[in-house]
């Protein structure tokens, strides 16, 4: 009881917090259900059957711990913990859950007890779906800081296969969460027709009206939502008198029903009023008055005495005004759940009263909730954090930096260092990396090209190498400085765009033939520095680019002159089998080789014909006369 006690002592503290019947029990990827034992190292099963998964999912950076007294924590995930401090982890850490898009049922529980010896609790945000949900600032009140404190919260995922719930660092505090626990619930639930897709309800307050702390997993009562429902006695006014009341063993019908599964111990038990029939029943909850709020009140007639409407009738007022009357026999008859349901809109004070005053008989309430309803925040568009987490691959960007959760959002938080958003209609957007000497060593991706609204690039003072992508010339970039790098290969001819006004690249290893375009920024009034890369050339203040040959093979012209030699020798070898083999005449030489002349015997016999003839002809030279006449046997 103490511990869900503390949830709302925090909560008013802080400002702003936001096959089984328990869909944790598997705690198993397969349903998308997760409990995590942040810090711890080994799976287990607890007493009441629930499975804890050792501690996975978390962003680089951050280091298990263990509170300082665990004997005074009954359950085993409550004990250890994990905390990101920003030197190693950056302002933003996050867990990210395998989450297929749908509305999910999320509790952290959050606690200190000097586990770092400090004696100084920290100040941290959280945020579920990009928005903010809960802050805790320091000092915690004392309950909390050394028992800890639930808080859960109703939230859409993404789309993409992926959920982060981030924790932000304020100053120098290190964000720390001992145990996550989320599971789907039913798309429909809380007003799911309205608020499923754009809002999240964040639990300022869950209570149960004459039972003590029940719920999966602090007790063995069952809630198909997971919930836990809390006692009452510490929201009471106290300066009112309470009686309570139980169905004394009868069924109560109309519990545990789709999409919000109320269990059915919870209209099992109500508190009246005592003394005078005219008294009042008053909860005080605690409230932020930036925010709107969602209450839902649940009832039974579960006196056997009240048979028929009009027996009890109560007002309900909520934060000083009269929202409805009810009498429940009337809505749904005896020993048979009712809910009811109301926004609360421009709050003016930190808490805000539930009333119910008695017309007839006296007024009975079963159960009490309070969600705050956050809006969801504007995120960074889909492609752009595709763009920006294969950046961080690439790149190979430090823990430290905080490279987490959604690049913009929440915007307040500012939480990848170098980064700046702004938005636009279609959502955040990225418009400026400030990267420099941070000691990067990786390449630039060519997916750099999606960050369409990007204009300025400062890389420079690194270790990055590679060539330099096509991506670089999105035509909204302003300035770009890639300095004193180990960048290779050429200039890409993208880059140079009518907005370019600075081009920073010297001191790289590039090569080849500078692009007109960008050289031009420099003519037109720009800055532009080429300077410390020995193998560029082809503009005034670099030496000329070699006719046919750079650095590396062939420039742009060799390419060229080597295309059109092959051309025409091609051209050449076509009109010579063109002479050879079509035009050749009746009487033209058949240069075939025949067959027989393949082989070695094929061309013996040849030699020895051409021999042959040889003899024959000197025989007839033998016979002419001194004078060179040929004779004919005959004498002069």
Same mark, same amino acid.
């Given at each position: 009881?103490?511990?869900?006690?503390?949830?709302?002592?925090?909560?008013?503290? /802080?400002?702003?917090?936001?096959?089984?019947?328990?869909?944790?029990?598997?705690?198993?990827?397969?349903?998308?259900?997760?409990?995590?034992?942040?810090?711890?190292?080994?799976?287990?099963?607890?007493?009441?059957?629930?499975?804890?998964?050792?501690?996975?999912?978390?962003?680089?950076?951050?280091?298990?711990?263990?509170?300082?007294?665990?004997?005074?924590?009954?359950?085993?995930?409550?004990?250890?913990?994990?905390?990101?401090?920003?030197?190693?982890?950056?302002?933003?850490?996050?867990?990210?859950?395998?989450?297929?898009?749908?509305?999910?049922?999320?509790?952290?529980?959050?606690?200190?007890?000097?586990? #770092?010896?400090?004696?100084?609790?920290?100040?941290?945000?959280?945020?579920?779906?990009?928005?903010?949900?809960?802050?805790?600032?320091?000092?915690?009140?004392?309950?909390?800081?050394?028992?800890?404190?639930?808080?859960?919260?109703?939230?859409?995922?993404?789309?993409?296969?992926?959920?982060?719930?981030?924790?932000?660092?304020?100053?120098?505090?290190?964000?720390?969460?001992?145990?996550?626990? /989320?599971?789907?619930?039913?798309?429909?639930?809380?007003? *799911?027709?309205?608020?499923?897709?754009?809002?999240?309800?964040?639990?300022?307050?869950?209570?149960?009206?004459?039972?003590?702390?029940?719920?999966? !997993?602090?007790?063995?009562?069952?809630?198909?939502?997971?919930?836990?429902?809390?006692?009452?006695?510490?929201?009471?006014?106290?300066?009112?008198?309470?009686?309570?009341?139980?169905?004394? *063993?009868?069924?109560?019908?109309?519990?545990?029903?789709?999409?919000?599964?109320?269990?059915?111990?919870?209209?099992?038990?109500? /508190?009246?009023?005592?003394?005078?029939?005219?008294? %009042?029943?008053?909860?005080?909850?605690?409230?932020?008055?930036?925010?709107?709020?969602?209450?839902?009140?649940?009832?039974?007639?579960?006196?056997? !005495?009240?048979?028929?409407?009009?027996?009890?009738?109560?007002?309900?007022?909520?934060?000083?005004?009269?929202?409805?009357?009810?009498?429940?026999?009337?809505?749904?008859?005896?020993?048979?759940?009712?809910?009811?349901?109301?926004?609360?809109?421009?709050?003016?004070?930190?808490?805000?009263?539930?009333?119910?005053?008695?017309?007839? !008989?006296?007024?009975?309430?079963?159960?009490? %909730?309070?969600?705050?309803?956050?809006?969801? %925040?504007?995120?960074?568009?889909?492609?752009?954090?595709?763009?920006?987490?294969?950046?961080?691959? =690439?790149?190979?960007?430090?823990?430290?930096?905080? &490279?987490?959760?959604?690049?913009?959002?929440?915007?307040? &938080?500012?939480?990848?260092?170098?980064?700046?958003?702004?938005?636009?209609?279609?959502?955040?957007?990225?418009?400026?990396?400030?990267?420099?000497?941070?000691?990067?060593?990786?390449?630039?991706?060519? %997916?750099?090209?999606?960050?369409?609204?990007?204009?300025?690039?400062?890389?420079?003072?690194?270790?990055?190498?590679?060539?330099?992508?096509?991506?670089?010339?999105?035509?909204?970039?302003?300035?770009?400085?890639? =300095?004193?790098?180990?960048?290779?290969?050429?200039?890409?001819?993208?880059?140079?765009?009518?907005?370019?006004?600075?081009?920073?690249?010297?001191?790289?290893?590039?090569?080849?033939?500078?692009?007109?375009?960008?050289?031009?920024? !420099?003519?037109? *009034?720009?800055?532009? #520095?080429?300077?410390?890369?020995?193998?560029?050339?082809?503009?005034?203040?670099?030496?000329?680019?070699?006719?046919?040959?750079?650095?590396?093979?062939?420039?742009?012209?060799?390419?060229?002159?080597?295309?059109?030699?092959? *051309?025409?020798?091609?051209?050449?070898?076509?009109?010579?089998?063109?002479?050879?083999?079509?035009?050749?005449?009746?009487?033209?030489?058949?240069?075939?080789?025949?067959?027989?002349?393949?082989?070695?015997?094929?061309?013996?016999?040849?030699?020895?014909?051409?021999?042959?003839?040889?003899?024959?002809?000197?025989?007839?030279?033998?016979?002419?006369?001194?004078?060179?006449?040929?004779?004919?046997?005959?004498?002069?």
């Amino acid at each position: 009881m103490r511990l869900l006690r503390l949830l709302l002592l925090l909560v008013a503290a /802080v400002g702003l917090a936001c096959g089984t019947d328990d869909p944790f029990l598997s705690g198993a990827p397969a349903n998308h259900s997760y409990n995590i034992d942040c810090g711890g190292a080994t799976d287990f099963t607890s007493s009441f059957g629930r499975r804890w998964l050792a501690d996975q999912f978390f962003s680089a950076g951050g280091a298990a711990g263990m509170v300082a007294e665990p004997h005074r924590f009954p359950q085993p995930q409550e004990r250890t913990l994990r905390f990101f401090p920003p030197s190693s982890a950056g302002k933003s850490s996050c867990y990210t859950l395998p989450l297929p898009p749908g509305r999910y049922y999320l509790r952290l529980f959050s606690v200190y007890d000097n586990y #770092d010896s400090k004696l100084r609790t920290p100040s941290f945000d959280v945020s579920a779906a990009a928005t903010l949900v809960l802050s805790f600032r320091s000092p915690w009140p004392e309950p909390a800081s050394r028992y800890g404190a639930y808080s859960d919260l109703i939230f859409p995922s993404a789309t993409s296969p992926t959920s982060d719930i981030c924790f932000y660092s304020l100053s120098t505090d290190a964000p720390v969460v001992a145990s996550i626990e /989320v599971a789907p619930v039913h798309p429909l639930a809380y007003d *799911g027709a309205t608020t499923g897709a754009d809002l999240i309800l964040v639990n300022y307050g869950r209570l149960t009206c004459g039972n003590n702390l029940f719920g999966p !997993g602090f007790t063995n009562d069952s809630d198909a939502f997971s919930r836990v429902w809390q006692s009452d006695v510490d929201f009471r006014n106290n300066d009112l008198s309470y009686d309570a009341i139980t169905a004394g *063993g009868r069924k109560v019908f109309g519990s545990n029903q789709p999409p919000n599964y109320f269990p059915t111990k919870l209209y099992r038990s109500a /508190v009246t009023t005592g003394g005078d029939a005219s008294n %009042e029943i008053e909860y005080i909850m605690p409230v932020d008055t930036r925010m709107s709020y969602m209450v839902w009140l649940h009832f039974a007639e579960i006196d056997a !005495g009240i048979g028929a409407p009009g027996q009890r009738v109560f007002d309900v007022m909520l934060a000083g005004k009269n929202v409805t009357r009810i009498d429940i026999f009337k809505q749904v008859g005896g020993f048979t759940a009712f809910k009811w349901t109301y926004i609360v809109e421009n709050l003016t004070s930190s808490t805000m009263s539930v009333k119910l005053v008695p017309v007839v !008989g006296r007024p009975i309430l079963c159960g009490l %909730e309070n969600y705050a309803i956050v809006p969801l %925040e504007m995120r960074t568009i889909p492609n752009q954090v595709a763009a920006m987490k294969a950046l961080k691959d =690439s790149l190979k960007i430090p823990a430290r930096m905080g &490279w987490n959760g959604d690049p913009c959002a929440p915007r307040t &938080w500012d939480a990848w260092e170098g980064v700046t958003c702004h938005r636009k209609d279609k959502g955040l957007v990225i418009t400026q990396l400030d990267l420099g000497s941070q000691g990067l060593k990786g390449y630039i991706t060519d %997916e750099i090209s999606h960050l369409t609204d990007l204009v300025s690039l400062n890389l420079s003072y690194n270790s990055l190498t590679g060539s330099l992508p096509q991506g670089l010339g999105q035509p909204s970039i302003v300035t770009l400085d890639l =300095s004193s790098n180990q960048f290779t290969g050429s200039i890409p001819g993208t880059i140079g765009s009518s907005k370019l006004q600075t081009a920073l690249l010297n001191s790289n290893q590039l090569d080849g033939q500078v692009p007109e375009r960008l050289y031009s920024i !420099g003519v037109h *009034g720009g800055v532009i #520095d080429l300077s410390g890369n020995k193998g560029l050339c082809g503009v005034p203040t670099l030496p000329a680019c070699a006719l046919f040959w750079e650095k590396g093979g062939l420039n742009k012209t060799g390419k060229i002159a080597l295309g059109a030699s092959l *051309g025409f020798l091609l051209i050449v070898v076509l009109i010579v089998v063109y002479i050879l083999c079509i035009r050749r005449g009746p009487y033209d030489y058949d240069f075939e080789f025949p067959q027989d002349l393949t082989s070695i015997s094929a061309m013996s016999a040849k030699r020895n014909r051409y021999q042959r003839a040889k003899s024959v002809m000197l025989a007839e030279m033998e016979a002419h006369n001194p004078d060179g006449y040929y004779t004919n046997g005959g004498t002069h």
